[in-house]
């Protein structure tokens, strides 16, 4: 198929696409009851002709020179290829997909939107987890079955996936495996990508991408930056800066983590998912409500502690905090001019309509105060993922910020299959230990986080019966 015009593009609404493309798959399901065409004109008449804004403020990628949209598509899952083509037609130029994510799946949104897209004007970042340590030949057969997916000749950008190993900054069939496809016209520039510590590898964040940034191959990294854990974040961004390192930023917008509510009438989600999780595994009902109730008295102090600390901030800013911390924890790191660009992760249409009209925008005195006031009220509630403060102090090497990072992905950006099934690989090593522990970890999160709390959320959430 031909590529449309730019003027053919330029006039392609949200209302065009939910018609004619993002609305095809419902009606598809409703058309044997004869409703296929009502669903999709309710559906356009909802979104009407009304136009998101575009992006108003673009950066050079470091020395890539490539001048990137300040958001980015964080592509952990895509709803339809038809979103993809929406975030493209409003400015969006960066693309940020995983051959794991998905199963591949989002490569293959993003190449079904290939056609619609001038190639030279957006870029590409795709990644390959190295952790078993992969030959050379096996990382290029997985790269061009990527680029099948992504149905372009060529990627801007290959990174090494979730390194939390320094020693693999240095792995030599992988960069190998870049200068030959960079040889062969299929790769522009090598990255990497690194969330911190994870499971038996402890390295944190700034020590990987650290060293990669003096490494000199690669040219373009992924990191995690925000209000909350500023400081890592900020020395790595002044180390890119220092080597001409393009930056693009995750996990930035903290979220509201809730304390545990022990209520065996109504019980919570969380509640919920350990009755689940001890039935499964033999105990009575009785038997698992005596653990959780144990839990929570052994753990009660360290409740009443993040209670303490967050309530008056959730007395006075109510249930709105959570899509304003989410804006304000965006604008934040925008205003840092050697964050070339954020990727969160947007699925849909309703993500692209929610976060375009911050690009461009500025972090007001107030919005300051907010992400101040935030931080004292709930420093205590939010793992800073990237660092190695409290590796050592669990005697069942439980890996706390991996168990918590999966949790975000979970309630923070709506990936609940992705994550459960993450969390299911950490066979003998997940929370669930936590349920009978005298909770050693306690204090050994010089940021004051509580540790129990919010590893018993997680495990509620995460864990298979």
């Not at 969330?195 to 990987?208: I, K, N, Q």
């Not at 940034?213 to 995690?224: F, K, P, R």
């Not at 309509?353 to 690009?359: A, G, K, N, Q």
Request: glycine letters at 10%; one cysteine or more.
């Amino acid at each position: 198929m031909s590529k449309e015009t730019p003027e053919k593009r330029d006039g392609l609404s949200r209302r065009t696409f939910l018609t004619a493309g993002g609305i095809a798959a419902l009606g598809a399901v409703a058309g044997c009851a004869g409703k296929g065409s009502v669903i999709a004109t309710d559906a356009a008449e909802a979104a009407g002709d009304k136009e998101a804004p575009k992006v108003a403020s673009f950066r050079t990628l470091g020395r890539t020179g490539f001048k990137v949209s300040d958001l980015s598509m964080g592509a952990g899952s895509i709803a339809d290829s038809n979103v993809v083509r929406y975030a493209y037609d409003h400015g969006i130029n960066l693309f940020d997909t995983a051959e794991s994510y998905g199963n591949g799946d989002s490569e293959t949104k993003i190449g079904g939107a290939m056609q619609f897209m001038e190639r030279e004007k957006i870029f590409i970042v795709t990644k390959l987890d190295i952790g078993e340590k992969p030959d050379e030949q096996t990382l290029i057969e997985r790269f061009n079955k990527s680029l099948e997916r992504l149905q372009t000749p060529y990627v801007d950008a290959l990174y090494s996936h979730g390194i939390a190993d320094v020693e693999l900054v240095d792995y030599e069939p992988f960069i190998n495996a870049c200068n030959t496809l960079k040889a062969e016209g299929k790769l522009k520039h090598m990255g990497i990508s690194s969330h911190g510590p994870r499971g038996d590898e402890p390295d944190s964040m700034e020590a990987v991408l650290g060293k990669a940034a003096e490494h000199g191959g690669y040219d373009v990294m992924l990191l995690s930056y925000g209000f909350i854990n500023k400081d890592e974040g900020e020395r790595v961004l002044a180390a890119c800066k220092a080597k001409n390192v393009g930056t693009t930023i995750m996990k930035s917008a903290t979220g509201l983590v809730e304390m545990p509510v022990l209520d065996f009438e109504n019980p919570s989600e969380q509640v919920q998912g350990w009755f689940e999780y001890l039935e499964g595994g033999g105990a009575t009902h009785e038997e698992a409500k005596e653990r959780i109730t144990n839990y929570f008295s052994r753990n009660k102090p360290e409740f009443e502690k993040a209670f303490a600390a967050t309530g008056p901030f959730m007395a006075e800013y109510g249930i709105k905090t959570q899509e304003e911390l989410t804006f304000k924890s965006l604008q934040w790191v925008l205003r840092n001019p050697d964050a070339h660009t954020i990727c969160p992760s947007m699925a849909s249409f309703d993500d692209l309509d929610r976060f375009l009209p911050l690009s461009g925008t500025q972090l007001s005195s107030s919005g300051q105060q907010f992400l101040d006031q935030y931080a004292k009220a709930f420093g205590p509630t939010a793992c800073r993922f990237s660092c190695t403060e409290c590796i050592g102090s669990c005697p069942d090497n439980v890996p706390v910020n991996t168990i918590l990072r999966y949790a975000y992905y979970y309630k923070n950006q709506g990936r609940e299959k992705h994550a459960m099934q993450k969390y299911a690989r950490l066979v003998g090593a997940n929370a669930a230990a936590c349920l009978d522990c005298d909770a050693p970890c306690v204090g050994a999160c010089p940021h004051g986080v509580q540790v129990q709390a919010q590893l018993f959320n997680a495990h509620g959430r995460l864990a298979m019966a």
